[in-house]
């Protein structure tokens, strides 16, 4: 069978967010500050992406749009540092829900810097997800973590931003732009970060997050913006939101609120509707017009 454009993007970001939503549980098996994991997390994909960069010779390709791609490359690097940063000031679950507010700043950013309609159904699923994720701030404990809530909320904004620029410029190369990004992370986590201070074990978790997780995830969700709208990619941040509290919940017993457990019911239900929806009128779209299956 093959896939359209917009199913390969949907099931692009559903595998990349799949294997982000296990970052929160990493950073915890870490067990080390969070400068140390940024900068291992960074210098790690900086060394696999970069080698792939070496061997497809992908640097090239950063002469098409230099500025854009370096404000990509930034702004993961921001996105990288700041996500730790939050998860060590915070739960896993306020984390993962202040950046289920990353879809309203792609839609902002999207309106206002590309002209972008925002499909109806994308507002009205944001508009619910973020109804659901407001049950999850009923949780006790929120009112001290504030410095990490922060970071989360710097983080949303990053990542609402990158998806924009990438969106606007589809032809970034996506994996020189991320080996930028983890360049830059671990150059900003270096002055404060003890990297030769950890034992085996410690450095196994960071070698899996570095090395596998993370490229994978970010790969993934960064080419989905070829084919989706960016808002609808930013979307589906909200899954981490539910599996990034389950999994430290199961491994760790970082045990969520009722609320929180509420809360991602709703996500979950939403993002299903939603992406059911885009599937059906994608269908209906290629039996009008057949010849733009797999472009």
Excluded at 46 to 64: E, Q, T
Excluded at 91 to 99: D, E, H, Q, R
Excluded at 242 to 256: D, H, I, Q, R, S
Aim: proline share 3%.
């Amino acid at each position: 069978m093959v896939l359209s454009a917009y199913q390969r993007g949907l099931l692009m970001v559903v595998l990349g967010v799949v294997f982000l939503s296990f970052d929160g549980l990493l950073i915890r098996l870490a067990d080390t500050d969070g400068f140390t994991v940024v900068f291992w997390r960074g210098f790690l994909m900086f060394s696999v992406l970069g080698i792939l960069c070496l061997v497809g010779n992908r640097l090239a390709s950063l002469r098409v749009h230099p500025c854009a791609s370096l404000a990509s490359a930034i702004l993961l690097g921001l996105i990288s540092a700041l996500f730790v940063l939050a998860v060590m000031n915070a739960s896993v679950a306020n984390v993962v829900v202040i950046l289920s507010t990353a879809p309203l700043f792609a839609a902002l950013f999207s309106r206002i810097f590309l002209g972008e309609r925002v499909a109806l159904r994308t507002l009205v699923a944001i508009a619910l997800c973020m109804l659901g994720m407001g049950l999850v701030f009923l949780g006790e404990g929120a009112a001290g973590m504030l410095v990490g809530n922060l970071y989360a909320l710097a983080a949303a904004l990053a990542i609402g931003g990158n998806l924009t620029v990438l969106r606007r410029y589809p032809n970034i190369d996506r994996i020189a732009v991320l080996a930028g990004g983890g360049l830059l992370s671990a150059a900003i986590a270096l002055p404060l970060a003890s990297p030769f201070a950890l034992d085996a074990p410690r450095y196994g978790v960071l070698a899996v997050m570095g090395l596998v997780q993370m490229p994978l995830a970010t790969v993934l969700i960064n080419s989905a913006t070829r084919y989706l709208p960016s808002t609808e990619v930013a979307l589906f941040y909200l899954v981490e939101t539910a599996l990034g509290t389950l999994w430290v919940w199961w491994w760790l017993g970082e045990e969520p609120t009722a609320s929180t457990l509420a809360g991602g019911a709703v996500v979950i239900t939403v993002l299903v509707v939603h992406a059911g929806i885009g599937l059906h009128r994608e269908r209906q779209r290629l039996r009008l017009y057949p010849g733009i299956i797999g472009k």
